[in-house]
């Protein structure tokens, strides 16, 4: 996936944080909205860490529809 083909999400060793990789900047602020301000992903988050998952390897990745891609 090219960077401008859609929303990508790893953890980022070096900011201990989420990177969020966005082709248009209101996706950029929703997915931030998704990861930081919702109850039920956090709490998913919890969850899955308490159950010995390794939270640095969490990858979230979505591509734009094919007519969305470089402004069509």
């Known amino acids: 996936m090219r960077n401008e083909d859609g929303i990508r999400v790893r953890w980022s060793k070096l900011e201990n944080d989420w990177y969020i990789h966005y082709p248009r900047k209101s996706d950029g602020w929703l997915t931030y909205d998704l990861l930081k301000g919702h109850d039920t992903f956090q709490k998913?988050?919890?969850?899955?860490?308490?159950?010995?998952?390794?939270?640095?390897?969490?990858?979230?990745?979505?591509?734009?529809?094919?007519?969305?891609?470089?402004?069509?």
């Open 44 to 72: 998913w988050i919890k969850q899955i860490e308490e159950r010995g998952y390794e939270l640095t390897t969490l990858r979230i990745s979505v591509r734009l529809k094919e007519e969305n891609v470089n402004g069509s």
